[in-house]
């Protein structure tokens, strides 16, 4: 158990640089440099847009815990159904983290064994590369948009 970069309490999680080589300990790295593959937030269309007009985009987390929360493909079901079950004009941000210019740190601050990208400030919206409707199932649920499906897949 450490503290986040946010000042939470977090469980270290083992990583890897881009290069295959093991951190132990890894959270307080920023890891912009190296971390490959895209990264997803969930928001309001409407609060994407806004961003667009005013070029920077800060979610209320930003303000509330000093970060921006993201997930990777593999995670981003989880909050989605979590937190934001059954919600309209969702969009799912694809963000290339070698384009965001803030620190993102990978961190497990709710000790359930699995380090979530953050970005500790302001995304710049030429760091999002798509931006893809996220609308729930019938039932509330959320799946993966099928181009976001096919990018897991590797297609």
């Known amino acids: 158990m450490g503290k986040c970069a946010s000042g939470q309490v977090c469980k270290w999680q083992v990583g890897k640089w881009a290069s295959g080589q093991v951190l132990e300990n890894f959270t307080h790295y920023a890891l912009r440099t ?10 309001r269309r409407v609060d994407w847009e806004t961003a667009v007009a005013n070029n920077q985009y800060t979610a209320a987390s930003l303000e509330r815990e000093g970060f921006i929360h993201c997930s990777t493909i593999d995670q981003v079901l989880q909050p989605a159904n979590a937190l934001f079950r059954g919600q309209r004009d969702l969009v ?12 993102i740190v990978y961190e497990d601050c709710y000790e359930i064994g699995q380090a979530f990208p953050h970005i500790y400030g302001r995304l710049n919206p030429d760091a999002v590369l798509q931006v893809v409707n996220f609308p ?3 039932d509330g ?15």
């Open 34 to 43: 190296t971390i490959t593959g895209m990264i997803l937030h969930i928001t």
């Open 92 to 103: 799912l941000l694809c963000i290339d983290p070698a384009r965001v210019q803030a620190a």
């Open 136 to 138: 729930p199932n019938p």
């Open 141 to 155: 649920s959320f799946s993966l948009p099928p181009i976001i499906q096919q990018r897991k897949e590797g297609r």
